[in-house]
């Protein structure tokens, strides 16, 4: 009996970023904003490469996943965060937490894998050269994508379905924008111990193991970039790298200290300031950041510019 009346909550409230409404309006507006043009900016990739030959290549293929993802990532919080800032009521349901909790983990873990198989396909194009068209073949492409892809969905289907064992008796309030696990997991009025155990050992498959790759892949990176003769290769793989490394950072940085450090000493807004940056920021950046100065890109973009009549041809 004491079970059942501990797991009868039906609904929890999202406090969001701010209860001031002038507050709640301005986030609304910029918050929309940066979507459509996170949305936009995946977009043109996918259909970019889609529509070029010349970047029918294995970073470009990963490119689109990541466009793709990031696209299912956006939407799986940040639509609903802008109906609870307009209407200034965050109610939401115990099913559709549960639901947006796997989703948004789910997609999130995926490009932390994805993100370190980018790292990977970089490392072998730059140091391996020769081998890469053998290494990173259509099939290897199918493969590394698909686990990435399969890893993101049972890892979390592991974390959530342990964190949906423990009983929920109240409070209901959840101090954060959407429903997140380690924010959730605090609500839960069973003993943690063991779940926040297995979320932190998934967290290091998801975060530290691909961080490992990434940092183990730019090194090796930079370190033949120093070996380069041209002056201007070095400065073009140097700032090719740079860019990469940022987002890279911004990404790893505030997702660890989310999932992976101790609950206590932190501000109770931490959480949800912290979450901003991989749920609103960086989905925006990456398609930014992949091809500002990406030459093969601007040569894409002229060429679609010209079949629909717009630029110089020739």
Same mark, same amino acid.
């Given at each position: 009996m004491g079970a059942e009346n501990h797991t009868s909550l ?77 209407? !200034?009521?965050?109610? /939401?349901?115990?099913?559709? %937490? ?6 948004? =983990? *789910?997609? @999130?873990? +995926? ?58 008796? !109240?409070?209901?309030? /959840?101090?954060?924008?959407? %429903? ?6 605090? =609500? *839960?009025? @069973?003993? +943690? ?62 997702? /660890? ?58």
């Amino acid at each position: 009996m004491g079970a059942e009346n501990h797991t009868s909550l039906s609904e929890f409230i999202l406090v969001g970023l701010s209860n001031h409404r002038k507050t709640q309006i301005l986030l609304f507006v910029v918050i929309l904003i940066i979507y459509t043009f996170t949305l936009v900016g995946n977009l043109v990739i996918i259909m970019l490469v889609r529509a070029d030959p010349h970047l029918h290549t294995p970073m470009y293929f990963f490119l689109t996943h990541l466009s793709g993802l990031e696209i299912c990532y956006v939407s799986s919080t940040v639509p609903q965060m802008l109906a609870h800032l307009l209407s !200034g009521n965050g109610t /939401i349901s115990f099913t559709r %937490c549960a639901a947006q909790m796997y989703i948004a =983990l *789910s997609l @999130g873990s +995926t490009e932390g894998l994805l993100l370190g198989i980018m790292a990977y396909d970089r490392y072998l194009a730059i140091c391996h050269p020769l081998l890469y068209a053998i290494a990173m073949d259509k099939w290897r492409q199918l493969q590394l994508t698909s686990a990435s892809w399969a890893g993101g969905f049972l890892l979390s289907m592991m974390n959530v379905g342990c964190t949906l064992r423990l009983p929920f008796c !109240g409070p209901n309030h /959840i101090n954060h924008f959407f %429903c997140e696990l380690p924010v959730v997991l605090r =609500l *839960s009025c @069973g003993d +943690t111990h063991l779940t926040e155990a297995i979320i932190f050992g998934a967290a290091i498959l998801i975060l530290v193991v691909p961080l490992s790759v990434i940092l183990t892949s730019y090194g090796l990176i930079l370190s033949s970039i120093l070996q380069m003769q041209s002056a201007a290769g070095r400065s073009k793989a140097f700032s090719t790298c740079a860019s990469h490394l940022a987002v890279v950072t911004l990404f790893y940085g505030t997702v /660890i200290s989310m999932y992976m450090r101790p609950r206590s000493g932190t501000t109770p807004d931490h959480d949800k300031k912290i979450a901003v940056f991989y749920i609103v920021v960086t989905p925006l950046l990456n398609p930014i950041i992949y091809t500002l100065r990406n030459k093969d890109v601007h040569g894409a973009v002229a060429k679609v510019l010209q079949k629909l009549g717009f630029g110089k041809k020739g």
